[in-house]
């Protein structure tokens, strides 16, 4: 058996990409879903009064409410993704010492210190011992605390979001 019929060219099992693109390759595979499962169960389809005569238009129009529905709520849960609340990132607590500020998330520890030397009157920011990330090698210098700790905080949330897994809907 093939999926396309020789007489018209159409295709029973469109191309994925169209069933992504056009909402009514998904309507049309919903809706036959849809019918498969009202003439498996004979005793679940009842006409409906304002029914067309013809029993097969009847089911076929069930089965495209049905179809039309399933899109419905397939679109409010797509915008109830979309505008969800994404996930915060709990506050760094910092304990203050005479020269530096530190934090300890886990097994990371920020620390937030003078400079001296030639960034005397500056702040450096070290995770572990070290600069937080590859592209500041010599570690982060800010002119405030509050910068220093802002960057702290700001590559935390970053580092714990990306461990966090996006849903799909």
């Keep these: ?24 390759g998904i309507r049309d595979r919903l809706a036959a879903t849809a019918l498969q ?14 029914d067309p005569d013809n029993w097969h238009e009847a ?23 979309n505008n969800r609340t994404p996930p915060k ?21 920020y620390r937030v210190h003078r400079g001296y030397g030639v960034v005397a009157g500056s702040f450096a920011v070290s995770l572990n011992g070290s600069a937080p ?16 700790k802002a960057a702290a905080q700001a590559h935390h949330d970053k580092l714990v979001l990306s461990m966090l897994e996006d849903e799909q809907c």
């Design 1 to 24: 058996m093939t999926k396309e019929n020789k007489q018209d060219g159409f295709s029973f099992f469109p191309p994925r990409s169209s069933l992504i693109e056009d909402n009514r």
């Design 37 to 50: 499962g009202m003439l498996a169960h004979a005793t679940r389809y009842k006409p409906h009064a304002s």
């Design 59 to 81: 089911i076929a129009k069930e089965a495209y409410e049905i179809a039309y529905a399933m899109l419905a709520e397939r679109s409010k849960a797509a915008d109830a993704w």
């Design 89 to 109: 990132v709990k506050p760094l607590e910092w304990a203050r010492y005479p020269d530096w500020e530190v934090t300890t998330v886990s097994c990371l520890k």
């Design 133 to 148: 990330s590859p592209e500041h090698e010599t570690g982060w210098i800010f002119d405030s605390l509050e910068e220093a």
